[in-house]
């Protein structure tokens, strides 16, 4: 439908064509990077730039404390989010609270910079990657 009104509009089909080799591209890159995963992100409380109170999806990766969060659907356009730590225990989604990342879905709660706090989902078998270096509290370890 969208490649229609386009030609209708009177783009080329290369030019939509590029465009669209452009896009798969780089979200083959994307699921490239170390630690990837796919997700959906929100603002809880306070504000996060670039960020907003729904959820929306993209890929996330850690570099560090920073949190670098790919924004759907051309994903052409990263946030930063300094992360201080985590705000909550995780928690399953609700049904019909996130879409599109399958049945089991966790939902990682962290503190970001300026004292707001954002959720992060994704599908259970990549939690490890969700919490990136803040390691929940009951898989931590103590030296015996």
Same mark, same amino acid.
């Given at each position: 439908m969208l490649i229609a009104l386009l030609a209708l509009l009177g783009v080329d089909l290369i030019v939509i064509g590029f465009l669209l080799a452009g896009v798969l591209a780089r979200r083959r890159w994307? @699921? !490239?990077?170390?630690?990837?995963?796919?997700?959906?992100?929100? &603002?809880? /409380?306070?504000?996060?730039?670039?960020?907003?109170?729904?959820? @929306? !999806?993209?890929?996330?990766?850690?570099?560090?404390?920073?949190? &670098?969060? /790919?924004?759907?659907?051309?994903?052409?356009r990263s946030e930063f989010v300094l992360a201080d730590g985590l705000a909550g225990p995780d928690r399953a989604a609700g049904p019909g609270e996130v879409k599109r990342l399958g049945k089991s879905v966790t939902v990682?709660?962290?503190?970001v910079e300026g004292g707001a706090r954002i959720e992060t989902a994704a599908p259970a078998g990549d939690r490890e990657r969700a919490h990136g270096p803040f390691l929940p509290p009951e898989r931590t370890t103590g030296a015996s």
């Amino acid at each position: 439908m969208l490649i229609a009104l386009l030609a209708l509009l009177g783009v080329d089909l290369i030019v939509i064509g590029f465009l669209l080799a452009g896009v798969l591209a780089r979200r083959r890159w994307i @699921r !490239r990077q170390p630690d990837s995963f796919k997700g959906a992100i929100r &603002v809880v /409380e306070g504000e996060v730039a670039g960020l907003s109170a729904k959820w @929306r !999806r993209g890929y996330g990766r850690w570099v560090r404390d920073v949190f &670098v969060w /790919e924004k759907g659907p051309f994903l052409f356009r990263s946030e930063f989010v300094l992360a201080d730590g985590l705000a909550g225990p995780d928690r399953a989604a609700g049904p019909g609270e996130v879409k599109r990342l399958g049945k089991s879905v966790t939902v990682v709660s962290l503190a970001v910079e300026g004292g707001a706090r954002i959720e992060t989902a994704a599908p259970a078998g990549d939690r490890e990657r969700a919490h990136g270096p803040f390691l929940p509290p009951e898989r931590t370890t103590g030296a015996s």
